[in-house]
């Protein structure tokens, strides 16, 4: 069975301080692994898909990165607008197009 | 550009009552559709994925049900409303010929009280 873990659950940054966040995944031949933004209350936002371990992916103060078991998300110099939960998730290439997702990382950033 | 919608985007209705909840989307042809529900602070869990009209696969057996009556339309229904239904309800596509990424609509938050 496709697994996938999320740490931390939450985290808190002051402004400007860079940290990682960690998506683990068990799955039986990855297709791809995706990233997501999701604000209270609304629909998740996408913002990479990795799909072989060493590859990168950046976006503004995000970049994402992948291995053979996990996948960082690293955020630079954060800012109160990056505040929100970022979510993960895997698509196994047995899996048509459904998606495996983590609990979520709720990512606050003060000023 | 694609667009997708949903609604309605607050939903408050009474246990045993019926639910019709719905999902379009713009600006594309022959997508991949999902229903999903999002407990309060945890993951997302998949409830139906379709690849075509009246196609529709249930991934968790429950009192939802699923329809596509036209290409980018999708509907989530009810007859008999639990406590257990409230959520929060996201439609996604995805372009089909293994396009893999799935985009979310805004979502629909259902209490049923």
Redesign the interface.
């Known amino acids: 069975e496709d697994q996938?873990t999320q740490s931390p659950e939450a985290l808190r940054l002051q402004e400007g301080e860079s940290s990682s966040l960690n998506c683990s995944y068990t799955v039986s031949g990855l297709?791809?692994l995706?990233w997501?933004r999701q604000d209270p209350?609304?629909?998740?936002?996408?913002l990479f898909?990795l799909y072989s371990a060493g590859e990168e992916k950046e976006k503004e103060r995000l970049k994402a990165t992948l291995t053979k078991k996990e996948s960082f998300l690293h955020i630079t110099a954060p800012k109160p607008e990056d505040s929100a939960t970022y979510?993960c998730?895997v698509?196994a290439r047995n899996a048509g197009?459904?998606?495996t997702?983590?609990?979520?990382t709720r990512l606050m950033v003060k000023p | 550009s694609q667009t997708i919608h949903q609604w309605p985007a607050t939903l408050v209705q009474p246990v045993g009552s019926p639910l019709s909840l719905e999902c379009t989307v713009e600006g594309t042809s022959n997508p991949n559709l999902y229903w999903y529900r999002q407990a309060a602070g945890r993951g997302l869990q998949l409830l139906f994925y379709s690849v075509g009209i009246g196609q529709i696969s249930s991934e968790v057996p429950q009192n939802l049900s699923a329809s596509r009556p036209q290409d980018r339309q999708f509907i989530l229904s009810s007859k008999k409303l639990l406590l257990s239904d409230s959520g929060f309800y996201l439609c996604a596509w995805s372009p089909g010929q293994r396009r893999e990424t799935q985009y979310f609509g805004p979502g629909t938050r259902l209490l049923v009280l």
């Open positions: 996938v297709r791809g995706f997501y209350g609304k629909g998740p936002e996408f898909t979510l998730a698509q197009n459904m998606l997702f983590g609990g979520g």
